[in-house]
């Protein structure tokens, strides 16, 4: 199985992924990572890095992106069994 969870915000999808860490040991060898943009304050990634964590879950060394909608624009994967957007509640 493999998952994108598109989230609004860079500090949504680095808590979403520490929580999923938590989670996932449990499920025998799931993993899951997140990408945030290069311009994030908080998580400074590289192109780079975005494109080996995507080169990783295509050869299904991750299961689960947590990324923020920076991704959704030009990401083609075939084999994606899941796609969530994950939005804050509206008040």
Known sequence: MRC???VE???TAIALEALLREVL????????????ANSSKL???????????IEEFRMSLVNI???ASILEEGLDVQSCNLVIRFDPLLQ
Request: proline fraction near 3%; aromatic fraction near 10%.
């Open 43 to 53: 998580q400074n990634q590289t192109r780079t890095n975005q494109n080996e964590i």
């Open 65 to 67: 992106i947590v990324a």
């Open 25 to 36: 040991p449990k499920y025998n060898g799931w993993k899951t990572k997140h990408i945030a």
């Open 4 to 6: 994108i969870i598109f």
């Open 9 to 11: 915000r860079i500090i």
